[in-house]
């Protein structure tokens, strides 16, 4: 099922599944503990983000091609860190770049899977680990590159996390419709440029993996994001490096889930 979180007429939050021309059917209940159709069908005046997050992890330098386009060795272990839940950005929302981004221009996109821990998650095996996700959506790890190298005292949290640099959706797709999260295709551009063509095949460590690993002694909670890493072809590896700017526009596409398009916007 592909779900979709959005604004009715009357303003109300809702889920549905998103049909043609802007409608959708209604789902009752509550996300993770089950919905039923309800039989009725509205129009939807926003799509908003699929959910709001108990937790965003992240995973850096997961894809074979990001690592070697940066010259960086393989990972002994899953690269973590995290995003500010406040970060998260609508589908067709402005990313919007502060001031403090701006000069120098340093703000990076990144297309990432993401997954959606729909159980309580902890000492998870990595044989057993897909039985724990809910769902799949897309995100866009947005980097602040000077904040996340010099700026967070050794730590990419603050670069990571400023306000709209989390964007996600513009659906859930539940866990049976993706049976495999290792063969997804992930593709990026900017003002219509291809900057980013990939597959999740490439990655260093699997959904499965990263699942067992993160819950190893940590609790996962139902609503915690895992954002996956990124394939090759970020702004910043460039020659010379690409940076969003005000007036750009930016579009992320998994397979089997659709496409995340978000402006970009000055503070």
Request: one cysteine or more; a negative charge.
């Amino acid at each position: 099922m592909k779900i979709v979180r959005f604004l009715d007429e009357e303003g109300r939050i809702r889920f549905g599944r998103l049909q043609e021309e802007g409608r959708a059917d209604v789902l009752e209940g509550r996300l993770f503990a089950g919905f039923r159709t309800s039989g009725s069908t509205v129009r939807v005046m926003k799509v908003l983000v699929p959910l709001v997050p108990s937790a965003i992890l992240c995973i850096g330098l997961n894809y074979h091609r990001h690592a070697e386009e940066f010259g960086l060795k393989l990972p002994d272990y899953p690269v973590l860190f995290m995003k500010n839940p406040a970060s998260i950005a609508h589908p067709g929302d402005p990313i919007i770049l502060p001031l403090s981004c701006l000069d120098p221009p340093q703000v990076d996109y990144e297309t990432e899977l993401a997954v959606v821990i729909g159980r309580t998650a902890k000492d998870v095996p990595a044989e057993n680990a897909l039985h724990y996700v809910f769902g799949y959506t897309i995100g866009n790890d947005v980097s602040a590159r000077r904040w996340q190298k010099e700026g967070g005292g050794g730590q990419w949290v603050r670069g990571k996390s400023f306000d709209t640099f989390c964007p996600l959706g513009p659906v859930l797709v539940t866990a049976d419709e993706i049976p495999d999260p290792q063969n997804l295709s992930l593709r990026c551009t900017l003002n219509g440029e291809v900057m980013q063509e990939g597959n999740t095949s490439d990655m260093i460590y699997s959904v499965r993996e990263l699942i067992a690993y993160l819950s190893s002694g940590m609790t996962l909670l139902p609503g915690t994001v895992i954002l996956t890493g990124t394939p090759s072809g970020v702004g910043f590896a460039r020659t010379p490096p690409v940076f969003l700017a005000p007036g750009d526009r930016i579009e992320m596409t998994i397979g089997g889930i659709g496409t995340l398009v978000n402006p970009v916007t000055a503070a």
